[in-house]
């Protein structure tokens, strides 16, 4: 085979490779080296760099270099005089005497002398400067032909348009990045909102201090102990916090009244759950049947609740968590009319209840979760700080809430699994 | 991946057999073990051909990164058992001005 021929097919195979390289290698820096001793060996030339150009730093950071000394900067700022003069020259070879004005040129012509590069090659991808590519004296020593001008400038567009793809995908992710942090902050937000809102609520009815705040968790630890995902538990607890919002709109004197209210004052009050429904309807809630949740819970399985006096199927799942929170809420603390009754009593309330206001198996799902906390079984001391120590330490509890769940498991009616 | 380049020393030459590996990413490893040579003070570098058929682009380059660290180390750097394509190739490209050539 002649000499030329053999160097002919040994150029065009390197050129077919590196398009393979580019298009099919995962790993951005194998690519860029691979391509680069594809590119130097392919004319045999003796040194060289190829650098990737940022345009957030107007910085150029070279990714591979060979024999240009432990010296060589690999990292250098360039002008936009710079950049405007790469992008003129269109990835054409940049004449080194011509670009002695340059600051790229003048950071790097001691290198470029003393190593005797003989071409600049602007990588430029959809008229954007992705990087360079620098190369010094080929291995016979010849100047570098019109042909091999041709050849570096195939070369370096391919692997201009691997950093350009390289580029592209950062941008992706930085995107995808930036997407998540604002959904995250908008979360936080919501949340935020929510736990005034409750606080506001809270701060209006001075002798049920907290209890949005409790029923929230009482809501969440039923939810949980329900095996539900998170995120739904997370809904339940917001459900369960902003339950009493239509309250923010009764009479405080009705709210804060130390006496039993009279009938017209009742119905003012029982007016709450629709109006935290009209409130609530608006609001782009990340959660589902949050409205739905304040509107119904105050509504009983056997249809004796307000303000519709629907019947088990017809209130809504999340309403019926946090009518159990709220019921447990009110019995485990002081009112102005009413102390805040025995451990033992609220469990046999719970279990004469369970049925006819309350789900049997939310009961049963309170009922176990707090008997994990009690037993050990869990190491959450979440009731505990709820309900204070003493309260949940009463004698014959433990035992108490064991035969609940027994009864209800035994002579309940059927349990219903939640619904999704 | 591990595998042992083949490597032989004799005083002060070093016998390094290219093999497959030239041709590809990993051919960078000849490059590594040429210069732990040189640093050892091998004062001629021999690359066998004996198991190489042809040499691609890759494996020109890491080629002349061998010859750049002889160069550096003012050591010689021999090509042996060389076939026909692959010296013409070496020829064409200008390799001969910087190593010499022994046919197979
Ligand atoms: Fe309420």
Known sequence: MPENQQKLIHTFSALADIGQEVAHKFNFHEMIRTSFHLLLGSLAIMRGGIARYSRFGHELNFLAVRGLGDDFPVSASISLEDEREFLSAGMSPIELSQAKMLLFFQHYQPVIEKKGIELIVPMIVHDELVGMVMLGEKASG??????DRAIVQAMARHIGVGIYQRN??????RKAEENKRMYDEMRLTYADTVKSFAAA?????????GHSVRVGKYSELIAAELGWSDERVEGVAVAGYLHDVGKLTVEKNIINSPRRINAKETAELNKHPSVGYEILLPIHHPYSDI??????????????GYPDGLKDEEIPYIAKIVNLADSFDAMTTNRPYKARRPAHEVVEDLQRNSGKQFAPELVTALCGAILKEMTGETKERKFRKLLGREYMEAEGIIDLLKGAL?????????TLVAAE | MNFDIDVRHDGETAIVYANEY????TGERIERECKRRLDAGCSTLMVS???TEIVNSIGISILLGVIDAAANSNAKVVFTDVND?????FESLGLTRHADIRKA
Request: no cysteine.
């Open chain 1, 406 to 414: 027994n009864g209800l498991a035994a002579t309940g009616p059927l």
């Open chain 1, 142 to 147: 010849e100047p570098f032909s019109s042909a």
């Open chain 2, 85 to 89: 394509d692959t010296g013409l190739l």
């Open chain 1, 168 to 173: 592209l995908m950062a941008q992706l992710e």
């Open chain 1, 201 to 209: 609520i809270d701060y209006k009815d001075k002798y049920t201090e």
């Open chain 2, 22 to 25: 030239l041709n590809k990413i």
């Open chain 2, 49 to 51: 051909f004996r198991d």
């Open chain 1, 291 to 304: 409205p739905l949740a304040a509107k119904y819970h105050h509504e009983r399985l056997d249809g004796r």
